[in-house]
Every structure is written in C-alpha cells, then in structure tokens.
C-alpha cells in the first residue's frame, strides 16, 4: 500500500466561466496598474481570493495498491536448439539464472512459457507470445526475454513496427557463441519415384553457413538400402547432380552424409536421407496360348483389364499334326514370329504365359533353352496346363522342364474327379493365397465352387500353395535362380469366373499370382520392411517359417542398437513397434534380411540453420530498444534491472525491465484550501487593507 497526494479543482461555477471573471478582474486592475495607484496589489490579492472560492482547490489523497511488474520469459523447446551441442542445456541453465535474478527484484513477477516444437512450420515463437500476451495487461508489462538460438520463423512482416507493448523491450538472448559455423547438406531435388529400369537424379548443394566465402571440396558419402558406400568429392557451395538407377520396384533408401566441418555446431544436418519408390512403368506380358479350349480367355481377360499391362497374345489355332496343305497366308493374320519372340525379344518382357501349351515342334530346343535362361536370370513365367501336360508333348519333357516346379507323375496323372480346390498350410502364409475370400480354414472346408480335372505331378522344388484331392499339388510357386515360376496344375479356374456351383476368387488368385511373379513388394512372402509413421518404427516381417518369429535388430542412426521381438500376426505375418525419434536412417534386422527406413526431420526447417544467429530477429529487437546477447562459451547471462521509462533498456553486461508503476486505487481523501470559515474572515481582512491603503 502507498499513499500519494495531489491537488484537485471542485469548482462551483464552470470553468470557463470562472476564466471569464477572472479575465474580468483582470481588466480592471489594468486602469489602477497604470495610474500606480496605492491598493492595487492588495485588490488583485482579493480578486484572486474570490476566484479561489469559486474554483474550491482541495488536496486530495490517495491510497494506492501498487501492482507488480511483469516479465514475461520465453524458452526455445524446438528441435534446433536440442539438435546443436550444448544448447538446449545452456537454455536451461539460463532459465534457472533470469529465474533466480527476477524473484530478488521487488515488484517484478516473472512468467515462463516454453515455444514447442513447431512441426514443420518451424519455431513459432511469435505465435507463443501472442498468446502469453493476451493473458497480460499492457499497463503491467515490463519487459519480454527470448531464450532462444533466434532461428524462429514466424517474425511478423511489418518487422520494426511491431512491439509487445508501448515501450517495452524485447531481447534475445542466445546460447553459444558469436559467429558460429555450421555445414549442411541443402536438396535441391529429390524425386519421390522413380521407374525401374531408368535413372532418377538428385540436386543438392553442400553448404557452410557463416563462413565468409564457400571455397573447396567436401567428401559425400553416399549409401543405399545398406550397401557398400561410394565416396566422392563435391563442391562447396555449388550444385552438384548424383544419378541413382532404378533397380527395382518398392522403396528404396538413400543415405547422404557429407563430411563434418571442424568446428561446426551440429551434425545433424550434415546427413539427408531419401526415399525412392521404385515403380514399373507399362509391364510387358507374352501369353501363347495352344489349341482352343473353354478356359482360354481367362488370362487374356485378366491381362487386358489391367491398365499398366501391354499384353502380346498368340493362340495355336491348329497343331502341325493337323495340316491340311492350306497356305498359312490364308490360317493366320502374321505369321507366329517365333524367332522376334522367343530369341531377339524375349527379356523385354517382364512375363512369360504358357496355357495349355503343348511342344509339337512350333518351338526348337534352342528356343526353350532361351526361356529357361531368361528365367533363371530374372524372368517370370506362368505355366497353365491340362492334359497336354502328360505324355511326349509335355513341356516338362523339353529343356524348358529343368526349371518347373514338378513333372507329371507316373502311371495315370490326369485325374479326373469333382473336388474343391482348397488352401495348404503354406499356402496360408504365402501373400498370393492368404486371406483369400472362401477359402477354407481350421474347422471348415472351402466355400468355392468345384473343379473337375487336374495333373498329379511329382513336387521337384517350390511352395504348394493350393492343393487337389487328397493333397495333390495344385498352385506350385517357386524361385528358379533370379526368376520365379508358377504352375496351375488344372484348366478348370475358368469355372469359377462362369459362376459354376458358387464360383471363386478366380480374378483375385490370378491377379496376385501374375504380381507375384513381376516381383510386386507387397507379396513377397519372404520379407522384411520397415517404415516411420509419426516418429515410431513400424517393423512387419512376413515368412513361410511356420516356427516362431526370431528377434529383430534395431539400430538407430547414431549406431546403437537393440533388439526387440516380434509378435505374432496371422497368416505369416509378425510385427514390431518402437519409438524413432532421431532423425537418419534405420535399419532392422532378423539374422538373414536387412530393411531400412528413413526417418525424416520432424520439422525441416529447423534443420536447415543451426547456429544461434540474431539475423532474424535483429530489426524487431533494435526497434524495441531490446538487445541481442550470447551466453556460454565464457560469456555470462546478462544482468537484468529495472529501469525507469526514458532510460536506455540495455548496456554492458546488462539487460533492462521498464518500470511500469502500474496501481489501483483503493481510496480517497479531499482537503478543501479554502474552505467558507476560513474564506470569508480573509476576503474581509483582504478588502480592508485594500480600503485603507487606498484611502491615505
């Protein structure tokens, strides 16, 4: 409580009728002025008293409940100041010391509000700040200090015309050190996708922030999907290009790390990684079909409904063993070409289709050895067959039978009996039969409709993923080499597509068997993935192992590791989560495959400046009468006082809180100095004098 006097004016008349009289007065005190006539200072003094009377001065006293100061401290909790050394403790060692410092000041309350993490519009101090402010009366506020490394992205544009509050200062005070280097790596260019097959290209600059003049080289070292890393020179401070081929479709990982700059505050943002999604462009499919039979559409019309196939078809209409001597100008549109095919074109396609093709001579050795090469280095083909499977005809009799799955067995293969087409204890791991809809399961036979004729064969190699009556292969998927290879052991799926007796999955199971075989990611059934969502490690595993899922491998981007388990999904599947908040690249492992993912900076810009730099901010901090000051690195947390309205707010060694003085009121006394006992005896006493004077 404070008690504060004053003067104050109740007059009885208005005030300007008051000035009126008084000017009155005035005038007539000018003729005796100028006669020098004797009273005449003795009458101004009456004129004056009756003036007083009218105007009624009081001495007025107040009683004041003075309200305290606010300082209001803002803390930098961004990803910046946690990502360069040593920073984010110095702002929180300085916290603790502008604490101590204002609570030994009187009448000053300190306010503390963190600015968090941003996302990806960066630091959003301003945005804190308003907010705080509107919590706080103008009257009140004395001053507002920013802990912060001043790499803030929302400074207001009208720059050196905005302020907290008339004549309060804004400073910034940073960790670190004046004139602080950092190297970064800055992409220009980074597709998200790219086609298999062709090449995409990386644009990226390598920079050294607070350096006067970017001259030399740096050393880049590039790694991807966790291969050996290649290392080359690049530029300082120019654009350089890196052309990466496509190999494959699904993602791939790319690690860039350029080499650390001594003296450079962080790392962190010495390292990029980029995800490219390999995908392919138009998929190439050859289906040779042989002698017209009920089911032969069902591939066509599968191939031809997919958008993203380009589907080159040939059907044998007749056998050679059929010919009649009629021209072939006159049986065909063009002639088979065999050769273009099957010799000078046959690793543009990325599948090969056999239905129901028999080996009647239309294809030589020669040719079917070309096929099983094409396999074994990475080709897909897909046989379908029937009865022309079994005997000297057979395909599996031909130099192309060194890479199928199983030969047809001995004595009756072709089996001709109703059955339901069922779903084998792989073949519920395997990505191209599990979950299929009707399939059957545990307790219950499958729902689809009946097939009537199917190949007994002798299993060489493969998974059988669908099995005929009693256990027979049915669906054998196998990998021959870099290849794969898939054999339909039936030319009845085509019931299933009519509807017969409830129908089936025909579409789907053909669909997923073709992407299998064109290496589509998401049905590899032996397989290891990792992605990041919102800064956790999402780790799905899938295998046709039916034992328990082993332990994975983490290991972060600053090389530590750990390993966890996996939990059991269904259907093959097993999966792990995991925090993942260190941006850089990860890697899982399972003891015999690698996946990585690339954690991404959950707020870019805050990564692209790391040194504490007032540049920023500089213009708001000048205009406000505010200072910019480092701590650490020797230099101390400046002293904080309180400084009058008028005083500089800031000079060595110290920072200023204005004195703002703000109170309320809490009562009122008012002394009349001229109260009617005392007026009327003086302006009697006054008039007397004044009287006699005159009178000598």
């Excluded at 050795?365 to 022309?388: F, K, Q």
């Excluded at 339909?488 to 997923?512: A, F, K, N, T, V």
């Excluded at 073709?514 to 490690?537: K, S, V, Y």
């Excluded at 999402?538 to 983490?554: H, K, Y």
Aim: glycine share 10%; charged share 20%; net charge neutral.
């Amino acid at each position: 409580m404070q008690t504060a006097f004053g003067f104050d004016l109740a007059p009885i008349l208005p005030l300007w009728l008051i000035g009126a009289l008084g000017l009155l007065c005035l005038l007539a005190l000018v003729p005796a002025v100028l006669r020098r006539a004797r009273g005449t200072w003795w009458r101004a003094l009456a004129f004056l008293l009756v003036l007083g009377a009218l105007a009624q001065p009081r001495l007025i006293e107040q009683t004041r409940e003075t309200r305290p100061d606010i300082a209001l401290l803002l803390v930098d909790r961004s990803d910046s100041t946690f990502a360069a050394a040593g920073h984010a403790a110095a702002i929180e060692a300085a916290r603790r010391q502008i604490e101590a410092r204002i609570g030994r000041l009187r009448e000053v309350e300190l306010r503390v509000v963190d600015i968090p993490e941003g996302g990806n519009q960066g630091t959003r101090a301003f945005a804190a700040l308003e907010q705080a402010l509107a919590d706080i009366p103008a009257a009140r506020l004395a001053g507002v200090l920013l802990l912060s490394d001043g790499q803030i992205h929302d400074v207001p544009a009208d720059g050196a015309g905005w302020a907290p509050a008339e004549g309060v200062p804004l400073h910034l005070l940073m960790p670190g050190r004046q004139g602080e280097v950092d190297r970064r790596i800055r992409l220009l260019e980074a597709p998200g996708f790219g086609i298999v097959g062709r090449s995409v290209e990386l644009r990226l600059i390598v920079e050294d922030l607070g350096v006067p003049t970017q001259t030399g080289q740096a050393q880049l070292t590039l790694r991807r999907d966790g291969q050996a890393p290649i290392t080359e020179s690049v530029p300082i401070g120019r654009e350089h290009r890196i052309t990466l081929p496509i190999e494959r479709a699904g993602p791939s990982v790319i690690d860039l790390v350029a080499e650390t700059r001594p003296g450079e505050v962080s790392e962190v943002n010495n390292r990029v990684v980029v995800a490219i999604n390999g995908v392919r462009d138009r998929l190439r499919v050859l289906l040779v079909s042989g002698e017209p039979h009920a089911g032969e559409r069902t591939w066509r019309r599968l191939l031809k409904a997919d958008p993203g196939v380009d589907l080159v078809h040939f059907t044998i209409l007749r056998p050679p063993e059929k010919d009649d001597l009629t021209p072939l100008n006159e049986l065909a549109l063009i002639a088979f070409p065999v050769r273009e095919l099957f010799q000078v074109k046959l690793r543009e396609f990325d599948l090969v289709v056999f239905d129901r093709f028999a080996n009647r001579g239309i294809l030589p050795p020669s040719y079917l050895r070309n096929i099983a090469e094409y396999v074994r280095g990475g080709g897909a083909m897909l046989v379908s067959v029937g009865p022309e499977f079994v005997g000297a005809t057979s395909l599996a009799a031909t130099p192309l039978g060194t890479v199928l799955p199983a030969r047809p067995a001995s004595g009756q293969a072709i089996l001709d009996q109703a059955f339901r087409p069922r779903i084998s204890g792989a073949g519920t791991r395997h990505p191209v039969t599990e979950g299929l809809p009707g399939a059957n399961t545990e307790t219950a036979e499958a729902s689809w409709g009946r097939w009537y004729r199917t190949i007994r064969t002798e299993a060489r190699s493969g998974s059988t993923v669908m099995e005929g009556p009693g256990g027979a292969p049915l669906l054998v998927l196998d990998r021959v080499g870099q290849g794969r290879v898939a054999l339909m052991l039936s030319d009845h799926i085509w019931l299933w597509s009519r509807g017969h007796d409830g129908g089936g999955p025909q579409q789907e199971l053909l669909r997923r068997t073709a992407h299998w075989l064109m290496r589509e990611p998401e049905l590899e059934e032996e397989d290891l993935t990792a992605r990041i969502e919102a800064g956790r490690l999402m780790v799905n595993r899938r295998s046709l192992d039916s034992g328990a899922p082993p332990e994975i491998t983490i290991t972060a981007p600053d090389g530590t590791t750990s390993r966890m388990p996996l939990a059991n999904a269904g259907g093959g599947r097993a999966s792990a989560e995991a925090p993942a908040a260190a941006p850089g690249l990860w890697q899982v492992s399972d003891g015999r495959r690698q996946a990585f993912a690339a954690a991404m900076p959950a707020n870019p810009p805050e990564f692209a400046d790391l040194r504490a730099d007032p540049t920023r901010v500089q213009a708001l901090v000048n205009a406000t009468g505010g200072a910019a000051r480092w701590f650490g690195d020797g230099a101390a947390v400046p002293e904080i006082r309180s400084v009058s309205a008028g005083r500089d707010a800031q000079g060595s060694g110290w920072v200023g809180l204005r004195r703002r003085e703000d109170h309320t009121v809490t009562g009122i006394a008012a002394l009349p100095l001229l109260p009617p006992w005392l007026m009327l005896p003086l302006l009697l006493g006054v008039a007397i004098v004044a009287w006699r004077s005159e009178a000598r």
